[in-house]
């Protein structure tokens, strides 16, 4: 099944924390908008309010793991479609301000204490 249609994984703790995540990344978003780079989110973006990798807590956590740790999450919609895989731009957004936090006050966001979750079996 495509993991972005996957109902049974949204739990109430991957709605809240996503709820949080797509927050953020709405704000990044404007100001990466603002620089000239436009909001390219897919519409089952998992730092989009209400999809459901943004209710799943299992991709909440391999997002906010791959922000925290500058490692690329990758979009879940072209993975599903086909298409040219590229960045998730909801992470790109978020990792540009943590990047930016992190150059103008000198502190670092810490590793997390998890793994990243395996990948889906293809079936």
Same mark, same amino acid.
């Given at each position: 099944?495509?993991?972005?249609? @996957?109902?049974? &994984?949204? !739990?109430? #703790?991957? &709605?809240? +924390?996503?709820?949080?995540?797509?927050? $953020?990344? /709405?704000?990044? %978003? $404007?100001?990466?908008?603002? #620089?000239?780079? #436009?909001?390219? &989110?897919?519409? !089952? %973006?998992?730092?989009? $309010?209400?999809?459901?990798?943004?209710?799943?807590?299992?991709?909440?956590? /391999?997002?906010?793991?791959?922000?925290?740790?500058?490692?690329?999450?990758? %979009?879940?919609?072209? $993975?599903? @479609?086909?298409?040219? *895989?590229?960045? =998730?731009?909801?992470? +790109?957004?978020?990792?540009?301000?943590? &990047?930016? +936090?992190?150059? @103008?006050?000198?502190? *670092?966001?810490?590793? =997390?204490?998890? #793994?990243? !979750?395996?990948?889906? !079996?293809?079936?």
């Amino acid at each position: 099944m495509d993991p972005t249609k @996957d109902h049974h &994984r949204v !739990s109430p #703790e991957g &709605r809240q +924390f996503g709820e949080h995540m797509a927050r $953020l990344a /709405d704000k990044a %978003c $404007l100001v990466v908008a603002r #620089e000239g780079d #436009e909001d390219t &989110r897919c519409k !089952s %973006c998992a730092l989009r $309010l209400g999809t459901v990798p943004n209710g799943c807590l299992q991709t909440q956590m /391999d997002v906010a793991k791959a922000i925290a740790e500058n490692v690329p999450f990758m %979009c879940h919609q072209h $993975l599903r @479609d086909g298409q040219p *895989t590229t960045v =998730c731009h909801g992470w +790109f957004a978020v990792s540009v301000l943590a &990047r930016r +936090f992190e150059e @103008d006050t000198g502190l *670092t966001l810490p590793p =997390c204490n998890w #793994e990243f !979750s395996p990948p889906d !079996s293809v079936k």
